[in-house]
């Protein structure tokens, strides 16, 4: 069983980036974009910054970098100057991703339910603290 472990992750995965690619598609964005307005947009209280998304995705930081220039060129956020470090730049939602930021909720919600509603309720606490251990784990 556990030689198959991460061939049945990845299967999951290619799956659930299917879903999220298709969603993303219909308002011309890729699967990433649509999770960086997301997790922008739940964190819009607390300031935002390219390491961040390094951090939150596991990315590199060359990977974020293109990522975040091509959304700010395609003007779904907006990097802003920080007084106290003229190096740092605060990433925020403009206006546009904002005007989509329901839908993209509503999606990602319904999405989380539809890979939840598989298991059993105490399976999804298990399963969820599972996922968090395994980049941990793996990174060492």
Same mark, same amino acid.
């Given at each position: 069983?556990?030689?198959?472990?991460? !061939?049945? +992750?990845?299967?999951?995965?290619?799956?659930?980036?299917?879903?999220?690619?298709?969603?993303?598609?219909?308002?011309?964005?890729?699967?990433?974009?649509?999770?960086?307005? !997301?997790?922008?947009?739940? !964190?819009?209280?607390?300031?935002?910054?390219?390491?961040? +998304?390094?951090?939150?995705?596991?990315?590199?930081?060359?990977?974020?970098?293109?990522?975040?220039?091509?959304?700010?060129?395609?003007?779904?956020?907006?990097?802003?100057?920080?007084?106290?470090?003229?190096?740092?730049?605060?990433?925020?939602?403009?206006?546009?991703?904002?005007?989509?930021?329901?839908?993209?909720?509503?999606?990602?919600?319904?999405?989380?339910?539809?890979?939840?509603?598989?298991?059993?309720?105490?399976?999804?606490?298990?399963?969820?603290?599972?996922?968090?251990? +395994?980049?941990?784990?793996?990174?060492?």
């Amino acid at each position: 069983m556990t030689s198959d472990v991460a !061939h049945l +992750i990845k299967v999951a995965s290619n799956e659930i980036s299917r879903g999220i690619n298709t969603f993303a598609a219909k308002y011309g964005l890729t699967g990433t974009q649509v999770q960086i307005i !997301h997790y922008l947009a739940d !964190h819009h209280n607390v300031e935002i910054y390219q390491k961040d +998304i390094e951090r939150e995705f596991n990315i590199r930081r060359s990977t974020a970098t293109n990522i975040l220039k091509t959304m700010e060129k395609d003007e779904l956020i907006i990097r802003r100057s920080v007084k106290s470090d003229s190096r740092l730049k605060r990433i925020v939602l403009s206006d546009k991703s904002k005007e989509m930021q329901d839908a993209i909720d509503k999606f990602m919600t319904d999405n989380d339910q539809k890979i939840l509603s598989t298991l059993g309720t105490l399976e999804r606490h298990s399963f969820v603290r599972a996922l968090k251990k +395994i980049p941990l784990k793996l990174k060492k």
